[in-house]
């Protein structure tokens, strides 16, 4: 079955590829510039080799933002921090699917049942590059989003990897009607691709905060995603 009601693009700018001296400037400038989401990537140097943000910090961006926080938590143990983010302003809230029970239906259940005790409004699970997306299948109707990481977590400026574009078009293909959101390695080039592919969440990191002109970069991207998503959903487009 596929879902053939319209999607929006939303542009979400990854704040690990902003000015960590001058963030809320930042997160005020990509706004007006225009952001529809600001995408916060959590890490614990455990379920991923880098450190980021916590609680107080997502907490003092929240203080200045307007637009919805759209909290990546690639952290081990989710449930243990899903109050602390949710409290700090986190309007979605995302966990690893391989952080629970190694990627078990199970802790998949568990995840999203305490994110939604905790009071997230929107909850998101999301997977690695080499994990599959068919075992989410029991799951999809517990959640808001789906994140398709189309690099391994960890590092923004990764080179986009195209056979994940499959997943995407697998959760549309199951009449997935959430939102289906793609990081990692997005770009003029590869961000349409997403689009055709189901996708209507894009994150990019150094692609928006790297552009002499931001905005102008924004509004591409937009017109570029409101474009492909004009066709059915397809598996055509390769990166060079
Ligand atoms: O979650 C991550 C990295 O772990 C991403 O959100 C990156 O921040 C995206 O950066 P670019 O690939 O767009 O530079």
Redesign the pocket.
């Given at each position: 079955m596929q879902d053939s009601s319209p999607r929006t693009p939303i542009i979400a700018p990854?704040?690990?590829?902003c000015d960590f001296t001058r963030i809320g400037d930042e997160i005020r400038a990509i706004e007006s510039e225009g952001a529809d989401w600001l995408?916060v990537?959590v890490?614990d140097g455990h379920f991923?080799p880098?450190m980021t943000f916590g609680p107080p910090l997502v907490q003092a961006m929240k203080s200045v933002a307007t637009r919805p926080l759209d909290v990546?938590l690639?952290v081990s143990n989710p449930i243990a921090y899903a109050s602390n983010y949710v409290d700090a302003g986190a309007q979605v809230l995302t966990y690893h699917w391989e952080a629970m029970g190694s990627g078990t239906v199970r802790g998949a259940k568990l995840a999203n049942k305490a994110f939604r005790d905790a009071g997230a409004p929107m909850v998101g699970v999301s997977i690695n590059p080499n994990t599959p997306v068919e075992p989410l299948e029991a799951i999809l109707d517990e959640v808001d989003l789906v994140l398709i990481?189309?690099?391994?977590?960890?590092?923004?400026?990764?080179r986009?990897m195209e056979h994940t574009l499959s997943k995407t078009r697998w959760l549309r293909e199951q009449g997935f009607r959430g939102i289906v959101e793609m990081?990692?390695?997005?770009?003029a080039e590869t961000l349409p691709l997403c689009a055709a592919a189901g996708a209507d969440a894009f994150?990019?990191?150094?692609?928006?905060?790297?552009a002499a002109d931001r905005r102008g970069t924004i509004e591409s991207f937009r017109r570029a995603a409101v474009e492909a998503m004009k066709e059915p959903i397809s598996g055509s487009g390769t990166v060079r």
């Open positions: 990854s704040l690990l590829s995408h990537d890490m991923v880098n990546h690639m990481m189309s690099v391994f977590p960890g590092f923004g400026g990764q986009f990081d990692g390695g997005l770009n994150v990019a990191g150094s692609a928006i905060f790297g």
